[in-house]
Nanobody, 125 residues
């Protein structure tokens, strides 16, 4: 069992930055590939970025590539999402998720085993 708690959301002007954190409970954090997803009002949850267990590989959605950066610190059981050059269309609830797999990562939300409660990010124009 893994519990995930996101933090760092808030209100920011377009062009600004935010850093989200996702703290995981348990001793097996490094056994999980991690992902960030987001869901805007009236829209389906969408993949943002994923990172492998070691942090050696990442994969970004085209919509955030070059603006967002995912990283993880397995010693601190935490994954981060640095968001720069934010746009109003980035407004959403952001969720982190954990996927217990031996290698790689996935964009498919249904394959993730654990989810956080989400943190709201609002970008004003």
């Amino acid at each position: 069992q893994v519990q995930l708690v996101e933090s760092g959301g808030g209100l920011v002007q377009a062009g600004g930055s935010l850093r989200l954190s996702c703290a995981a409970s348990g001793r097996t954090f490094s056994s999980y590939a991690m992902g960030w997803f987001r869901q805007a009002p009236g829209k389906e949850r969408e993949f943002v970025v994923a990172i492998t267990r070691s942090g050696g590989s990442t994969y970004y959605a085209d919509s955030v590539k070059g603006r967002f950066t995912i990283s993880r610190d397995n010693a601190k059981n935490t994954v981060y999402l640095q968001m720069n050059s934010l746009k109003p269309e980035d407004t959403a609830v952001y969720y982190c998720a954990a996927d217990r797999r031996d290698w790689g990562f996935t964009q498919r939300a249904v394959e993730y085993d654990y989810w956080g409660q989400g943190t709201q990010v609002t970008v004003s124009s």
